[in-house]
């Protein structure tokens, strides 16, 4: 490839995730836990720009509150654009701008939807070619969620929720995000779970260093039946993230009020989730907890993973 052919520029387009199943194992000696999950890539993404520079750096639009995000090495995105940097031997720089519409620290997988943006933003950017195999490896090391940001769809993450194998879910889902103007830190709703097992008396080997998504979970995506799968919903975090945020009990009350299936804490929480009938039960259900005073985001999955919108 010749010089002239490099863009200047690349857009890379991610989607935010909901986590259907979750099943948090025992604490490992490492520090990590073993999950059992089922994601489901959602119709709110993140976009990031990437722009040819001498260094790394990152800008941020779409937060109310610019410090909820990181512009240094804390943040995903960057670690991600030097991680390749380095895999690659690339000795140059880049400048991503995140735009963001993800909630941020909502359990919802923002961070790494921009991670897996700027991975396949600044191979393609740069021209380094790497596979599909080899980003997700490079995914695999920056956190659980950002594999499965590069691929989306619906699938099965065990292990830390790394090891992906794709679910067959027919149709579409419809739900109705309910975020919060303040989000929860991960690491400690994990550790909240871990002190609530150990105050309530739970063995060493309950609950299991490892887990199995339900079949019924399973069966429910592969029938395309919201009715099923409202049934069978669950989510180990969501104790700790009620005891951290007991207001987002009034939050799953009023929307099963409005009309939803099922409501479930996303992920680490604070955004709930809401699975509705149809596109317009959802829509009915939005209107609803508007009318409450709630900000509510009508989305559907399963959508596509990252991918280049224009380069």
């Known amino acids: 490839m010749s010089l002239a052919a490099f863009p200047e520029a690349v857009h890379v387009r991610a989607p935010g995730k909901i986590n259907v199943y979750l099943g948090v194992g025992g604490r490992h000696e490492d520090g990590y836990h073993a999950l059992a999950t089922v994601f489901q890539a959602v119709s709110l993404y993140e ?10 750096s990152v800008s941020v639009v779409g937060v109310a509150d610019p410090d ?4 240094d090495d804390r ?10 940097a380095s895999a690659t031997g690339y000795t140059g720089g880049v400048h991503l ?22 991975l396949v933003a600044c191979d393609a950017l740069w021209g380094t070619g790497v596979s599909p195999h080899r980003l997700h490896e490079l995914a695999a090391r920056l956190g659980a969620d950002v594999p499965f940001a590069l691929h989306g769809g ?11 194998n794709p679910a067959l879910a027919r149709g579409r889902f419809d739900w109705v ?22 105050e309530n008396g739970a063995l060493a080997d309950d609950p299991p260093l490892s887990l199995d998504v339900p079949i019924p979970v399973l069966q429910a995506l592969r029938a395309g039946d919201p009715h099923s799968l409202a049934a069978c919903m669950f989510n180990d975090l969501e104790v700790p993230a009620l005891l951290e945020r007991p207001a987002l009990d009034d939050i799953i009350t009023e929307g099963l009020h409005a009309g939803a299936l099922s409501g479930i804490v996303s992920g680490s929480g604070p ?6 009938e149809t596109p317009e039960s959802a829509q009915y ?11 509510a985001l009508h989305v559907h999955g399963p959508v596509s993973g990252a991918r280049i919108i224009s380069a």
């Open 47 to 56: 976009d990031v720009i990437a722009r040819d520079a001498d260094d790394f």
């Open 68 to 71: 909820t995000v990181p512009v």
């Open 75 to 84: 943040n995903l995105a960057m670690r991600a654009a030097k991680m390749l």
């Open 97 to 118: 701008e995140l735009r963001k519409s993800v909630p941020v620290a909502g359990g919802m997988g923002g961070g790494s939807a921009d991670a897996a943006a700027a």
């Open 154 to 164: 619906t699938a099965v993450g065990t292990g830390r929720g790394d090891q992906l």
């Open 177 to 198: 995000l309910v975020p919060s103007e303040e989000g929860l830190s991960t690491p400690e709703i994990y550790a909240r779970l871990d002190t609530h097992r150990a």
């Open 271 to 276: 955004t709930v989730a809401f699975l509705c």
């Open 285 to 295: 259900v939005q209107a609803e907890l508007e009318a409450a005073g709630r900000t």
